[in-house]
């Protein structure tokens, strides 16, 4: 069974910084391109980053140069750390694995940023 287990959201600063988590079981974890994603209150899912097997980064016009994505294949982990954020940047974050292989996609069930004084 394939569990992706977001964690590190809640409440910050105007400014702050953030880092947020994810943890993946029941997947070769290695092989697959990770990202997270992000939906926003009355908005559509939009790609935040991804990260692929062999490292390539990839990340949203709106986030370039404040939020940076890294991987540990050894504890199949993935990371989001965010600073300088922005109120817009509120918003569920949501995990992405993606077996290129096969095109399958697996999601976690998100966490909450709230960016707010």
């Known amino acids: 069974q394939v569990q992706l287990v977001e964690s590190g959201g809640g409440l910050v600063q105007p400014g702050g910084s953030l880092r947020l988590s994810c943890a993946a079981s029941?997947?070769?974890?290695?092989?697959?391109?990770m990202g997270w994603y992000r939906q926003a209150p009355g908005k559509q899912r939009e790609l935040v980053a991804t990260?692929?097997?062999?490292?390539?980064?990839n990340y949203a016009d709106s986030v370039k140069g404040r939020f940076t994505i890294s991987r540990d294949n050894a504890k199949n982990t993935v990371y989001l750390q965010g600073s300088s954020l922005k109120p817009e940047d509120t918003a569920v974050y949501y995990c992405?694995?993606?077996?290129?292989?096969?095109?399958?996609?697996?999601w976690g069930k998100g966490t909450l940023v709230t960016v707010s004084s």
């Open positions: 992405n694995a993606r077996n290129v292989i096969i095109a399958v996609d697996y």
């Open positions: 029941g997947i070769i974890f290695s092989i697959n391109t």
């Open positions: 990260i692929t097997s062999g490292g390539k980064t």
